[in-house]
């Protein structure tokens, strides 16, 4: 019975990573490059997506080995390696899914689900700065931001410009 649930596991994670790769490579992402003229471009750091696939590969040849190589299959070892895969992989699709395109007026906000917003700057009401992540509050929905994607500097800037020329709403900001 283990080693049924073994193979459904191993499938379905194999399957999946697939099936993120295959979509990253028909280039998905088009629609959005287009759209990059005149506008900075914020992503995760390149460090993000090389620690989930090393992990990622690491994690998966561990899963493979108590998969064919032991004669006895441990359920905890393969949830808990499983887990692992899932989780670095997850590093890797939020490298490639997660964005911000900045523009003069606005800027466009992708998840790590590939859900899009589109923001004003002067839709911000509250910033939250920390050492590693950037919280903003616009029209009621909290985005979370790595404080070190490449760009991040630019987009600090654009907010900085947006609350002084914009005195009319009152904002929040916390220095956290």
């Known amino acids: 019975m283990?080693?049924?649930?073994?193979?459904?596991v191993l499938?379905?994670?194999?399957?999946?990573?697939?099936?993120?790769?295959?979509?990253?490579?028909?280039?998905?992402?088009?629609?959005?490059?287009?759209?990059?003229n005149d506008s900075i471009l914020i992503k995760l750091p390149l460090l993000n997506m090389v620690i989930g696939v090393i992990n990622t590969i690491f994690f998966l040849v561990a899963l493979l080995y108590f998969v064919f190589v032991q004669k006895e299959t441990d359920v905890v070892s393969i949830a808990f390696n499983s887990l692992f895969v899932i989780?670095?992989?997850?590093?890797?699709?939020a490298y490639f899914n997660w964005?911000?395109?900045?523009?003069?007026?606005?800027?466009?906000?992708?998840?790590?689900?590939?859900?899009?917003?589109?923001f004003s700057y002067v839709d911000i009401v509250k910033i939250k700065l920390g050492p590693n992540i950037v919280m903003i509050k616009a029209k009621g929905k909290w985005l979370f931001m790595d404080s070190h994607g490449k760009g991040m500097e630019h987009?600090?800037?654009?907010?900085?410009?947006?609350?002084?020329?914009?005195n009319d709403k009152e904002r929040n900001t916390d220095g956290t």
């Open 2 to 8: 283990s080693r049924i649930i073994a193979y459904s």
């Open 11 to 36: 499938i379905f994670i194999v399957g999946s990573i697939i099936l993120v790769l295959k979509n990253e490579s028909e280039g998905i992402n088009s629609k959005w490059d287009e759209d990059q």
């Open 87 to 93: 989780g670095s992989f997850s590093l890797v699709v």
């Open 99 to 118: 964005k911000i395109l900045l523009k003069n007026d606005y800027f466009i906000y992708r998840t790590f689900f590939k859900n899009t917003y589109i």
């Open 155 to 166: 987009f600090v800037n654009k907010i900085n410009q947006a609350f002084e020329t914009e």
